[in-house]
């Protein structure tokens, strides 16, 4: 699976993005997707992932309440819809997709994910 995230960019503070990464090569429904984040100088982080069937999702206390992960599966695509956005939401996002989503902790952990996008850059200014 090839993914393709965009929709980053430079934003005011309590501004929105939306940000989307599509599929190619396989079925995109065959596995759960995720979204991550990664600010200069700090790890990875979890953000948000989505069951294959989208009726499940779950999000990082940081972005709850703000933040809206969705799917189309027949558009290959997975969505972050993210609202209120903060300067310290500034950060590369990557989304992943994962085929062997077990259980519910293999959402919020990076190593579970098989497949990665090339990153999108979200600037969130004060």
């Known amino acids: 699976v090839q993914l393709q995230a965009c929709g980053g960019g430079l934003v005011q503070a309590g501004g929105s993005l939306r940000l989307s990464c599509t599929a190619s090569?396989?079925?995109?429904?065959?596995?759960?997707g995720g979204w991550f984040r990664q600010a200069p100088g700090k790890e990875r982080e979890f953000v948000a992932g989505?069951?294959?069937?989208?009726?499940?999702?779950y999000y990082a206390d940081s972005v709850k309440g703000r933040f809206t992960i969705s799917r189309d599966n027949a558009k290959n695509t997975v969505y972050l819809q993210m609202n209120s956005l903060k300067p310290e939401d500034t950060a590369v996002y990557y989304c992943?997709?994962?085929?062997?989503?077990?259980?519910?902790?293999?959402?919020?952990?990076?190593?579970?994910?098989?497949?990665w996008g090339q990153g999108t850059q979200v600037t969130v200014s004060s």
């Open positions: 992943a997709a994962m085929s062997r989503a077990y259980s519910i902790p293999y959402y919020y952990s990076g190593d579970r994910y098989d497949y």
């Open positions: 090569g396989r079925t995109f429904s065959n596995y759960a």
């Open positions: 989505i069951s294959w069937s989208g009726g499940t999702t």
